[in-house]
């Protein structure tokens, strides 16, 4: 379900908005912008945005390459 909402901004601002984003576009622009910030993050998108960074996953299979080696010998 959609809500209209009335919001004042700087006349220099919307037309940045209405040259830039298109004036069909500007309510789809802003929620997308404030979304991550108002709502809970989808954790799979988060994840797989995480998993695309390459440092990053790299260092993560060194940190469980190296539990690895502490529970091998477990008794399960």
């Known amino acids: 379900m959609q809500k209209k909402l009335t919001i004042t901004i ?3 601002v919307y037309r ?3 040259d ?3 004036p069909r576009r500007i309510s789809r ?15 799979d998108a988060a994840y797989e945005q995480m ?3 390459e ?7 060194e940190w469980v390459d190296a ?3 502490d529970v ?4 399960w």
Do not use: H, M, T
């Not at 622009?29 to 954790?43: A, G, K, N, Q, T």
């Not at 440092?55 to 299979?61: D, P, Y």
């Open 10 to 12: 700087d006349e220099e």
């Open 16 to 18: 940045g908005l209405y």
């Open 20 to 22: 830039i984003v298109g």
């Open 29 to 43: 622009f802003i929620e997308e912008l404030i979304r991550p910030y108002v709502l809970s993050p989808d954790l």
């Open 51 to 53: 998993a695309q960074e």
């Open 55 to 61: 440092n990053r996953e790299e260092e993560a299979v």
């Open 67 to 69: 539990l690895i080696g």
């Open 72 to 75: 091998k010998n477990e008794a």
